[in-house]
């Protein structure tokens, strides 16, 4: 029997009406419309899909957004004013930098410039500490949205083994710091595996619930899975493909043929967690509005 699909446009669909519902509300009730700030440096295809994206939301959800597309040769300092002067606008309740930014800037300093009270995409290292010790702070956007999207659909975490593979620091730690937390949602026992992993699969077949945020094409095959487990596929993949018009498709880091074949549910690429990311970022950004107007 093949597993069930768990379908992340819907429930990102969904979170985007509540956010709607929520941020007409606080126009309403507190005069306030949330505003976003995203600030694109150079060129890349990927990274302009995702900021366009980004500010379409916005609009479909009655919010405010300001995009700056910048030269990919753009000084620090000119990155590092447009960040004051955000930090300084009443308008602008979120920032986002989308990552990456061009080899030649500091990531951590342009980061580490951002108010914390509107760093919506939870990257700012003061976000990453509450987040460890368990404190109130803005969620990353697609650790945040990968327990969204198991809660939702029914598969609550607590007592569970989770097993993430991957430990970068927008993805594999913070979902890993997210699910181990003590609370709703959360409480699961986790383990993080990577490249120094010395059996991927012995680890991988312990799981109840797979995390895969690996960036390899599918490399995480049904036999890798323990029978009955979920598994959450943040891939996003190119594999080259003569049948498509594009000459390429996108496949998870997950081989979903098999691996369906032996979980009870699984998240499709596309169509899975990848839809969760922005409607976590329009969810953080009103909540950051609704802070601006306590
Ligand atoms: P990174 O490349 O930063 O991290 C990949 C991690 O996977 C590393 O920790 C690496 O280990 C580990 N890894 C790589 N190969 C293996 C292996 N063979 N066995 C075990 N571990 C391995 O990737 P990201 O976390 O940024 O992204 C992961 C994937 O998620 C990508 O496909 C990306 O496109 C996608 N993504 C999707 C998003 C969305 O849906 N909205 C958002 C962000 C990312 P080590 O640390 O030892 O090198």
């Not at 509450?130 to 803005?138: D, N, P, Q, T």
């Not at 327990?147 to 097993?163: C, I, N, T």
């Not at 927008?170 to 120094?196: E, M, S």
């Not at 032996?262 to 596309?270: G, M, Q």
């Amino acid at each position: 029997m093949s597993a069930q699909r768990i379908d992340g446009k819907l429930i990102a669909a969904r979170i985007k009406e509540e956010v709607r519902v929520g941020a007409a509300r606080l126009l309403a009730e507190r005069h306030v419309r949330p505003g976003l700030g995203v600030v694109l440096v150079g060129d890349d295809p990927a990274s302009q899909s995702y900021v366009r994206s980004k500010g379409k939301a916005c609009e479909e959800l009655g919010m405010y957004s300001e995009t700056r597309r910048c030269p990919a040769d753009t000084r620090e300092e000119e990155l590092l004013k447009l960040i004051q002067e955000w930090n300084n606008d009443p308008r602008i309740h979120g920032i986002l930098v989308q990552l990456p930014l061009p080899r030649t800037l500091d990531e951590q300093r342009i980061i580490a410039a951002i108010n914390p009270d509107k760093d919506v995409d939870g990257i700012h290292p003061v976000n990453l500490g509450r987040l460890v010790i368990g404190m109130e702070c803005f969620k990353p956007c697609t650790p945040a949205g990968i327990q969204e999207l198991l809660v939702r659909s029914g598969h609550d975490p607590a007592g569970k083994h989770v097993v993430v593979v991957g430990r970068s620091n927008i993805v594999g730690k913070p979902i890993a710091n997210i699910l181990l937390q003590k609370a709703p949602g959360a409480n699961a026992v986790v383990t993080i595996a990577h490249t120094g992993a010395r059996d991927l699969a012995a680890l991988t077949r312990e799981a109840d619930i797979l995390i895969a945020a690996i960036g390899k094409a599918e490399c995480i095959t049904g036999e890798m899975l323990k029978p009955g487990c979920v598994v959450v596929d943040v891939g996003i993949n190119r594999v080259p493909d003569s049948a498509s018009p594009k000459g390429y498709r996108i496949v998870g880091d997950v081989h979903f043929a098999s691996a369906e074949l032996v979980a009870s549910a699984i998240t499709p690429v596309p169509g899975g967690v990848g839809p969760m990311t922005i409607a976590m970022l329009m969810h953080n950004t009103l909540q950051a509005a609704r802070r601006f107007a306590a």
